[in-house]
């Protein structure tokens, strides 16, 4: 397969011998789910599945995006939560609608 240089390889979490591009990692883990039915899941990222309890509470302490979903545990500040939910907030913009009427267009 070639790559692109901004594509990365990544490993399936049900069969370690299966290699993808990074982007394609969510489609493949739904097809995989089914033929490997009793797997757990990370509560931080769907895409951390494991065969066994005792590995996924082993996961838990170090889970990478434990960070990311629990930021007030983990030291960032409250004015950066506040950002990263504001920042992204739809806003209403007054339009001029001083030089529209509609009446005289339908005459």
């Known amino acids: 397969m070639l790559l692109k240089p901004h594509q990365k390889l990544v490993r ?3 069969d370690p011998e299966h290699l993808l591009v990074e982007n394609r990692l969510q489609k493949h883990v739904i097809y995989c789910m089914k033929k490997y039915p009793n797997h757990v899941k990370c509560p ?9 309890k005792d590995a996924l509470t082993e996961h838990i302490l170090d889970c990478p995006n434990k960070t990311i979903s629990q ?9 950066t939560i506040r950002s990263r939910i504001i920042n992204n907030a739809p806003f209403h913009i007054e339009v001029d609608s001083s030089g529209e009427d509609w009446k005289q267009e339908y005459l």
């Open 12 to 14: 399936c979490p049900f």
């Open 44 to 52: 931080y990222n769907a895409l951390h599945c494991f065969f066994s």
């Open 71 to 79: 930021p007030w545990k983990y030291g960032d500040s409250e004015s």
